[in-house]
């Protein structure tokens, strides 16, 4: 299994590799037009023109980033490496993401609009709508774009079939196993998602060692996706909490029953020099010093300026999981410093020096 994962990890930094300069075309688009993301700011202008251009250059691969695991990592899966892999990934997101669509579920069990409406306003209903442009989706839509391609690659079939045959039949049996999948996520997804956000309620009245926690949950679960269900929990309003949401809107701790911003501010030392210090620490102790500086320092910059931090995770997570069990708990551990010191901040984007600023 770790070997698998070793090589998942090395097919992802394929994709991950355009990651770095869209999180930094981002930073410094945000930094010239910090009104984009809701800040005091001019709406006209030069820069505002120049930032907004930025933002929009670099979510264009950070906010389809499922997409590009879904195609790059199943290439880099596939023994040859073939293009056909890709397309097979594909093919995988797209029948996944639009089989577990919110709409199509709700359809699915007899759901009438007014009843859809309600419905996604439960815990059940927030699940499937992460689904479309999860990170997790687009990983297992790659392995099962690349495990197919290596399995049906050389499948000949019957003469009235040959135009399917080899790498046309790829496709075809990637779509039907995603249909079988889809049905085993329609049942798992929300069962998994809700466990996830009880798990955060109990957090909650953990107090900063709870903060903590959820820091470390948060960083740990990235693999999966399921990040998303704790930050739901505590960084926006789906249980009460919602330190993002109130942040955002201009109040304080008087405004809330909690210390507004202790679920954000422990990102910030972790993103802006935890990341860049493993980085460093990489490169010092890497037998080839040259590879891993073009591999690491623009990720390391990219989660100093903007927070992004999902190039550098992402080039090691699979490769050795056990580090990033590390740091994961780092972040946890820092989350609880900064709670005890009473460092407080939060973030629009993400805890990088542009927010910070």
């Known amino acids: 299994m770790m070997k698998y994962l070793q090589k998942l990890g090395k097919a992802l930094m394929l994709p991950v590799a355009a990651l770095p300069v869209a999180g930094i075309l981002m930073g410094v688009g945000y930094l010239l037009a910090p009104a984009v993301m809701g800040a005091a700011g001019d709406t006209t202008g030069f820069a505002y023109t120049a930032g907004f251009l930025l933002i929009k250059a670099g979510g264009a691969l950070i906010d389809n980033m499922a997409w590009l695991f879904a195609v790059g990592a199943a290439v880099g899966l596939a023994d040859d490496h073939d293009g056909t892999a890709g397309l097979a990934g594909l093919v995988a997101f797209l029948m996944i993401q639009q ?21 996604l306003a439960t815990t059940e209903g927030i699940a499937f709508s992460k689904i479309a442009g999860n990170s997790f989706i687009g990983i297992l839509s790659a392995i099962i774009g690349g495990t197919c391609y290596n399995k049906f690659k050389d499948t000949r079939l019957p003469d009235w079939l040959a135009f399917f045959s080899g790498k046309r039949c ?10 079988v999948v ?4 329609l049942f798992a997804w929300p069962l998994i998602f809700g466990a996830l956000v009880a798990l955060g309620e109990g957090i909650a009245a953990m107090g900063g060692i709870g903060a903590g ?14 990040h998303h269900a704790l930050n739901n929990v505590f960084w926006f309003d789906t249980i009460g909490l919602g330190d993002l949401t109130h942040f955002w809107a201009g109040e304080t701790s008087a405004d ?21 210090g493993a980085a460093l620490a990489m490169v010092q102790t890497a037998k080839n010093k040259k590879a891993a500086i073009g591999l690491v320092v623009s990720a390391a910059i990219c989660a100093f300026v903007c927070g992004v931090t999902e190039p550098f995770e992402f080039g090691f997570m699979f490769l050795c999981f056990p580090l990033y069990v590390v740091y994961a708990a780092l972040y946890g551990i820092f989350t609880i410093v900064t709670y005890y010191v009473g460092f407080r901040a939060g973030f629009c984007f993400s805890a990088g020096a542009t927010d910070l600023l």
């Open 213 to 226: 926690i959820y820091a470390f949950l948060n960083r740990l679960l990235i693999p999966t996706g399921l």
């Open 256 to 276: 809330v029953k909690w210390s507004l911003g202790m679920y954000m501010s422990g990102f910030f030392p972790c993103m802006m020099f935890g990341v860049p």
């Open 99 to 119: 089989l577990l669509n919110p709409a199509v579920v709700g359809t699915i069990r007899g759901m009438d609009a007014d009843a859809q409406t309600a419905w």
């Open 182 to 185: 889809s049905v085993v996520l």
């Open 170 to 179: 790829v496709a075809i049996m990637t779509a039907v196993i995603c249909i």
